[in-house]
């Protein structure tokens, strides 16, 4: 009621105002100033002093009221507190209105809200086009509020340009603006680490990375390989025949990249002779071929990407008919496998042979008789060897590893010395067979499995499995054990086609608590080949086993004077568990109840525990209790 009398009184009677300064972070105890009204020395101290913004004055600021002296009481933080203000009433005069404004410091600095931000841009984008990032916000004001951004690295050919404003409430708004020209295929990302500083004297900085990802336009059109092809093929090439392959690459993205090959139909080939695969750019025999007819075929072909706006370019393919005049020369392919057909062994040696290649010209006896024959395809495994240019061998060059490739594409070319020269063609697939050259692989060299030893006979143990790259029975596996004194043959049991390892009888961590199974995987090739790994089981303890002593009575004699700590014996139980199964300890029973001058340590030590006297008791019997340390303990009573 009394500061409620007193405000009225003030607002009655007029205030003077005092106002004061002090910055931020000064130490506890800085002096802020002085209660003064600056008119009469009549409104001097001592002062009453009433907070008018709640218990902050208090909290916050030390008031002499004798001496009006103002100081600081914590350290003052402006974004916390910006001002104070309160009543001074003297006892004599017209009160005081003081106002403590804290002065703000760069003690703060410009703050990212993630570090982080992920944004996009097709690559097509406007030079000057904006994108709006998170401003770093700075709790500081003034000056010392967030003043400028800048890239700082990561601005590959100065592709991007920040630009800031400051809007009404205060803060630094920032824009990320295309600089230049954005290319997907020279730059397909941007990594911009760009910082923000205020206006400090030693400007505080804070930072965050823009990643930015250059998205695809479809800006590029496909590019052949060359720009003219040729191709040659005989007049009797049967439909299908393979020509040439055409090539063009696209340096666009996904779809934009993907071409597909086409023969422009209005300005060439328009009676279909020819084909062309739309995927691979393979060139083949649509239809029978005249030389007579015509001797060069001109094609334009067409690449065209997939994008939504699909780019094409072309190329110009001129195909050469040869003559063949029913004198072309004739191939004729024998293998030399088991059955005959198109197929070599992985294990063949260099120089074996594939096929037997015999070569007739009607015109042998004439001007054609001499034809070479070249073999294509095959990546150097293969060659061609003869002896009188009219039968030729297909041989091993290198060699072969079926699980690399399994399969050739052989094409034999067969062309006469005419003028022109007459070709024949023919192409088979060569098989590699397998043969048992790869042993199983384990995963890793060893396993850990776990079993209780009350586990019933036929409780699952561990899976193994075991890889071949082999194919076929070479790579049909079968598991076994290895028998050996720590793989326990009567414990346990493998399935020979799952690897799934079993219990065969009651397994026992006392006579063995961790067997070692050496597991062999072998596979049915012939002859067969294998690798084992190890499997290391684990068999946990059940504590089902007491502790027994070694002997059943100890007989000991003992001078009465023998000293108080003395040790006198030492007894000891085995326990035949595991672990902590088999940790005994060792206590007296009924000790205290009968005085017994004696105690016993948990290893088994008897010590005296107080004086002996031979006149009042010459025979001690001492009954030892040993106990294991098991979940569900065991004792044994000496």
Not at 397 to 408: F, G, I, T, V
Request: charged share 20%; proline share 5%.
């Amino acid at each position: 009621m009394l500061i409620f009398l007193l405000l009225n009184a003030a607002l009655v009677l007029g205030e003077y105002a005092r106002d004061l300064e002090i910055s931020e972070g000064v130490p506890i105890g800085t002096r802020i100033g002085f209660i003064e009204d600056g008119v009469s020395s009549e409104n001097g101290p001592p002062y009453l002093i009433i907070p008018v913004q709640g218990i902050f004055v208090n909290t916050d600021l030390d008031i002499d009221e004798k001496t009006g002296e103002i100081k600081t009481k914590i350290t003052l933080d402006r974004e916390t507190r910006a001002s104070y203000y309160f009543v001074a009433v003297p006892l004599n005069g017209q009160n005081i209105q003081v106002n403590v404004r804290v002065i703000d410091e760069n003690d703060n600095a410009p703050k990212f809200p993630t570090p982080v931000m992920n944004i996009e841009f097709p690559e097509n984008t406007p030079r000057d086009v904006k994108r709006t990032l998170n401003p770093a916000k700075d709790e500081d004001i003034g000056i010392f509020n967030t003043q400028k951004y800048n890239i700082i690295s990561g601005n590959i050919n100065n592709a991007f340009r920040l630009s800031y404003h400051r809007e009404k409430d205060g803060v630094l708004y920032l824009d990320l603006q295309i600089n230049g020209v954005l290319d997907r295929e020279t730059t397909p990302s941007y990594a911009l680490k760009i910082e923000a500083l205020d206006g400090g004297v030693q400007p505080l900085r804070g930072e965050m990375t823009v990643n930015i990802a250059i998205l695809d336009v479809n800006d590029n059109p496909p590019i052949f390989n060359q720009i003219r092809y040729f191709g040659i093929v005989p007049e009797n090439a049967t439909l299908g025949t393979s020509i040439l392959k055409v090539q063009a690459t696209d340096a666009d993205f996904g779809e934009n990249g993907a071409i597909e090959y086409s023969i422009n139909r209005r300005q060439s080939d328009k009676d279909c002779f020819f084909d062309i695969d739309q995927s691979s750019g393979l060139i083949s025999v649509n239809k029978a071929l005249d030389f007579e007819t015509k001797e060069t075929h001109e094609l334009v072909v067409v690449a065209k990407d997939k994008g939504v706006q699909p780019l094409e370019t072309t190329a110009f393919i001129s195909i050469k008919v040869t003559d063949v005049n029913d004198n072309q020369p004739s191939i004729n392919v024998i293998f030399l496998s088991e059955d005959a057909t198109p197929k070599i062994s992985e294990d063949a040696a260099t120089g074996d042979f594939v096929a037997r290649i015999s070569v007739n010209d009607p015109d042998s006896k004439n001007e054609y008789s001499n034809v070479n024959v070249t073999l294509e395809g095959g990546d150097g495994h293969f060659g061609l060897t003869t002896q009188n240019s009219l039968i030729y061998l297909v041989v091993v060059s290198m060699p072969l590893d079926r699980e690399l490739n399994a399969n050739y594409t052989l094409n034999v070319v067969a062309t006469d010395t005419g003028s022109p020269p007459l070709h024949a063609f023919k192409t088979f697939n060569l098989q590699v067979t397998d043969i048992n050259d790869n042993a199983p692989e384990f995963e890793q060299n060893e396993f850990y499995a776990n079993v209780l030893e009350i586990a019933e006979p036929g409780t699952s143990v561990f899976q193994i499995t075991a890889i071949d790259r082999d194919e076929g029975v070479n790579s049909d596996l079968s598991y076994s054990i290895f028998e050996t004194s720590d793989s326990r043959p009567s414990w346990f049991e493998i399935d020979s086609n799952t690897g799934l390892i079993t219990t065969k009888m009651h397994v026992d961590c006392d006579t063995d608590s961790m067997p070692k199974l050496i597991v062999i995987a072998s596979d049915n090739g012939k002859p067969p080949l294998s690798s084992s790994a190890t499997v290391l089981v684990t068999i946990h303890d059940v504590n089902d086993n007491e502790p027994i002593f070694g002997q059943i009575f100890y007989n000991v004699t003992i001078p009465e004077d023998k000293p108080k700590g003395s040790c006198i014996l030492k007894v000891s139980a085995v326990d035949s568990d595991c672990g902590v199964n088999a940790m005994v300890n060792y206590t007296l029973l009924d000790a205290p109840s009968k005085n017994i001058p004696f105690n016993v340590s948990s290893y088994g030590e008897i010590c005296i525990s107080s004086e002996l006297d031979f006149e009042t008791k010459q025979v001690h019997e001492l009954l030892v209790i040993a106990t294991d340390r098991g979940k569900i303990n065991y004792t044994f009573i000496l």
